[in-house]
Every structure is written in C-alpha cells, then in structure tokens.
C-alpha cells in the first residue's frame, strides 16, 4: 500500500436490492427476460471514500444463482472488512461466483479510481482515449425489424445487434430477409444466434446472407464442437463469435473462431476481462448485460480500456423501466467523461419507485 493510502481499510460493504421490471421483453433463443433482479454494491473505505459495483446473476448464461450470488456477497461482507482495496482485491469471491465477484471488484475499482481522482478507464489504462463505438441492439426478428433499422442508422449508428433463432427458421428468415431490402446504407449488422441452431441450419442458412454487411455472428449452433465451429468460420468472412459457451475454451489458447464476446458479469468482473481480452489472435466485444446504469457504466469504462475500434454493446439503458443512474448518449460513439472513478451516483430513490 503506498504511503498516501496507509491506515486506509475497508469500514462496509453495503447491499441494495433491485427488481426491475424490463420496458419490453428481452428475447433471445433460451427465452424471454421480463425482470432483472440483482443488487448494487457499495464499499466504503475508514475515511469515508466509497465505490460502486453491481451484481446481477444471469444462470441462463453462465453465472451463479441470485441465492448463490447473495451468499457470496454476504460472506464478504465481513471477511473484506478491515483489508485495505488491494488486499481486498486479492480476496474476492472464485470465478464460480462471476457476479458476485463483478460487484465487488467494481466497486473496488470505482473506489481507488475516486481516491485517485480519475475516470476508471484511466485509472486501468492511463493512454486510453475514452472513445468508444457502440452497436446498437434492435431485439429480435419481427415484422417491424426494418423500422428499427432505419431508425438505428437515423441515430448515428453505423452497426446493430439483433437475435435470431427466436422463431423456427421457416417463420423467421423470411421476416429477416424482407427487412433487408430496406436496410440503410452505412449500417453493418451483428447477428446473434445465442446457440439456437444446430450445426446442421448453421451450414445451411450461412451461404443464405453472402452479399450482406454483416460484421459477425454470435454463437452460431448448441451442438458445434471446435472442429464445427472451425469450419463454420471458414465458410465466412466476417467474424465469428463465442459468447455464453466461452468458458468452455482454455482462456490462455486462440478461439477456433475471431470473436469472443466478454461480459464483466458472467466472466467475473473488469480483471477478468482484462485478461481474456489478450487471448491471442482473438478480437474481443465488452458487452452489458441488460445491467442497470453501474453495470452498464462498467462496461463502457472496460471497453475504452481496450480500445480496439470495434463497436461494444452498451445499447442496453432503453431495456430497463428504471436504469437507477444516467444512461449512455444515444448514438454510435460514446465518449466518456473526465469525472472520477464510474463517474456518476446510482439514483437510489428510484430502488423504492
């Protein structure tokens, strides 16, 4: 501990619960959200200084239970206090508790960069510019996809995130094929199969969008192998990604695809991201997790950190009724702000709204 911060320790963890309803469903090929339940996490040093973190359990896609999550949160509760935010640091849950430990270590984080007096993003990364493009997420394959489209395009993004695999091929297709004839010029498209097809539809629908701007495609079939996935990124040019099935790959190898898409929440929080993101020859996508306004904040921060020119998904603030802090401004780039640490207070009125 430097000299600055000797005598400094952790004096309480507190935990505030959340249930928020979402503003519309969230679909995806394992079904639909309708509300997000998790906790804000907030440390506070014995001087008074205090961080922010968030942890919000999604099981579906590979994090630990809310119960579970709970039990983590409480036990370190008391087994962080008195440590200093380094020591503390080095003690967080196992990456068997990702969200649990992504609470935490964000609101450590969040702490030292206030001590500091600087934006996360540099505290992390001192060279890093605070720019960062951004997707947009215009949801699931319906009849007023297009719309949306021409709509993201309207507000300066230059690519959009939509789910397939939320309808049998039969019914879905043709509604995606129909939005295409309107699609802007300009916008790129990321497609996200969230593992609804098997290897067999992925073989037969990729040929189908040669000749479209697609900029990659997530998760492509549930029963795909390395071999699967090797040969399925060979018939395409864009970028291929994993997503909910990436613990299942060595961290420290090269993906049999381009992409891995890292979620704080599921992959355990900024550290964990950070040394993902240097798996090599590996591009690396920082996505939120339908996170109220801390989470989705953190996102923001890390992707700046990495600094690589892809757009990131922070296009989530819409999906929640309530996002309990500020939400990102809209468009395809986002620049961070020069204020310290996450760089905001969660609103936590809205808690009882």
Request: charged share 25%.
């Given at each position: 501990m430097?000299?600055?911060?000797?005598?400094?320790?952790?004096?309480?963890?507190?935990?505030?619960?959340?249930?928020?309803?979402?503003?519309?469903?969230?679909?995806?090929?394992?079904?639909?959200?309708?509300?997000?339940?998790?906790?804000?996490?907030?440390?506070?040093?014995s001087e008074g200084a205090h961080g922010w973190g968030e942890t919000a359990g999604l099981p579906g896609a590979g994090t630990e239970t809310a119960?579970?999550?709970?039990?983590?949160?409480?036990?370190?509760?008391a087994e962080l206090a008195g440590l200093s935010a380094a020591e503390a640091r080095a003690r967080l849950p196992g990456r068997e508790r990702p969200a649990a430990r992504?609470?935490?270590?964000?609101?450590?984080?969040?702490?030292?960069?206030?001590?500091?007096?600087?934006?996360?993003?540099?505290?992390?990364?001192?060279?890093?510019?605070?720019?960062?493009?951004?997707?947009?997420?215009?949801?699931?394959?319906?009849?007023?996809?297009?719309?949306?489209?021409v709509e993201a395009r309207r507000r300066g993004f230059e690519v959009a995130k939509l789910k397939l695999a939320t309808a049998p091929l039969a019914d879905e297709l043709p509604l995606f094929f129909r939005a295409m004839e309107?699609?802007?010029?300009?916008?790129?498209?990321?497609l996200d199969v969230n593992?609804?097809?098997?290897?067999?539809?992925?073989?037969?629908?990729?040929?189908?969008?040669?000749?479209?701007?697609?900029?990659?495609?997530?998760?492509?079939?549930?029963?795909?192998?390395?071999?699967?996935?090797?040969r399925l990124q060979g018939m395409v040019d864009f970028s291929i990604a994993l997503d909910e099935s990436l613990s299942s790959w060595p961290e420290e190898t090269a993906l049999p695809v381009r992409r891995q898409v890292l979620k704080p929440m599921v992959v355990g929080g900024p550290s964990r991201v950070l040394?993902?993101?240097?798996?090599?020859?590996?591009?690396?996508?920082?996505?939120?997790?339908?996170?109220?306004?801390?989470?989705?904040w953190l996102s923001a921060h890390l992707a700046a950190v990495l600094g690589n020119g892809l757009?990131?998904?922070?296009?989530?603030?819409?999906?929640?009724?309530?996002?309990?802090?500020p939400a990102p401004a809209p468009g395809g780039v986002l620049q961070l702000a020069e204020r310290p640490g996450l760089g905001f207070e969660p609103e936590l009125a809205e808690l009882t709204a």
């Open positions: 430097s000299e600055a911060g000797a005598g400094r320790s952790i004096a309480r963890i507190e935990l505030h619960p959340y249930a928020i309803p979402l503003s519309r469903p969230w679909k995806c090929a394992r079904g639909d959200t309708v509300l997000r339940r998790g906790w804000l996490v907030r440390v506070e040093d119960d579970l999550a709970e039990a983590a949160l409480r036990r370190a509760s992504c609470g935490l270590e964000c609101a450590l984080l969040d702490l030292e960069a206030r001590r500091a007096g600087v934006p996360l993003f540099r505290q992390l990364r001192p060279d890093a510019s605070g720019e960062v493009r951004v997707n947009a997420f215009v949801g699931a394959v319906d009849e007023d996809l297009g719309a949306r489209l309107s699609l802007p010029d300009g916008l790129q498209l990321r593992r609804g097809w098997t290897t067999a539809e992925a073989e037969q629908v990729l040929p189908r969008f040669a000749g479209l701007p697609i900029e990659g495609l997530e998760e492509p079939a549930a029963d795909a192998d390395a071999q699967d996935l090797a040394a993902l993101a240097l798996r090599p020859r590996t591009e690396s996508i920082v996505t939120a997790s339908v996170d109220t306004a801390v989470g989705l757009a990131h998904g922070l296009d989530t603030a819409s999906w929640l009724s309530r996002l309990l802090g």
